[in-house]
Structures are given as C-alpha cells and as structure tokens.
Nanobody, 124 residues
Framework: QGQPVESGGGLVQAGGSLRLSCSAPGRTFSRYAMGWFRQAPGKEREFVAAINWSGGSTAYGDSVKGRFTISRDNAKNTMNLQMTTMKPEDTADYYC?????????????????WGQGTQVTVSS
C-alpha cells in the first residue's frame, strides 16, 4: 500500500458542508478498511468514521453521527467523507488512514498508514 493523501479541507461557515477525499494508491486498496480521524489543537486524535473493505459496513464517532457520511470507490482507490451541518467544534486537522485488515477499526493503533492531514475550519 502507498501512503494515503487527503484533499478537500478548507474554511466553511457553521451549518455548511464540506467533502474530504482520500486517495490511497496500491493494487490492494480494496482489501483493507479505512478510516478518518481528527485532531484539534491541544487534544488527542479522535475517531471520526471508518468503512470496511467492501463499503458494506460503516461506523461513526458519536459527535458526527447523522451529520457525516463515509464512502469509498474501490475502482478509483478513493474514500470520501461528506460533512454536513458542520459546527465550530468540528474544526481540526483531518487524517485519512488505512488498516492491514478488512474489518473496521476504532483506535489510532488499529491503522498502519496515515496521510499528512488536511485542515478544516468551521467559523461561527
């Protein structure tokens, strides 16, 4: 697998929407679960969402349930995070990560490869 690369971060007003994408090169992309984490200044890295190898199973952190949607396109080796009804507390650096396993992971240590992160700022 190659290192994931995030894109799509930026500035958005509260109540608005933003879409993050993650590109993960490698012929075995479709075998592995992927996830999104975020880290705000002075805080620990937090689980946001994850998706299993096929896209048939997803999971979300409590703070984003009902507002964020994770999806993947194995034909294009990409994963997306659609964020809606955004809040100022969603402000953070967002990281894409891949696992060595097909099942979803919820912890930072469950993931092997990490992107460099993309900044998301939600203004009030």
């Amino acid at each position: 697998q190659g290192q994931p690369v995030e894109s799509g971060g930026g500035l958005v007003q509260a109540g608005g929407s933003l879409r993050l994408s993650c590109s993960a090169p490698g012929r075995t992309f479709s075998r592995y679960a992927m996830g999104w984490f975020r880290q705000a200044p002075g805080k620990e890295r937090e689980f946001v969402a994850a998706i299993n190898w096929s896209g048939g199973s997803t999971a979300y952190g409590d703070s984003v349930k009902g507002r964020f949607t994770i999806s993947r396109d194995n034909a294009k080796n990409t994963m997306n995070l659609q964020m809606t009804t955004m809040k100022p507390e969603d402000t953070a650096d967002y990281y894409c990560a891949t696992r060595y396993y097909g099942a979803i992971g919820y912890r930072v240590e469950d993931y092997a490869y990490w992107g460099q992160g993309t900044q998301v700022t939600v203004s009030s």
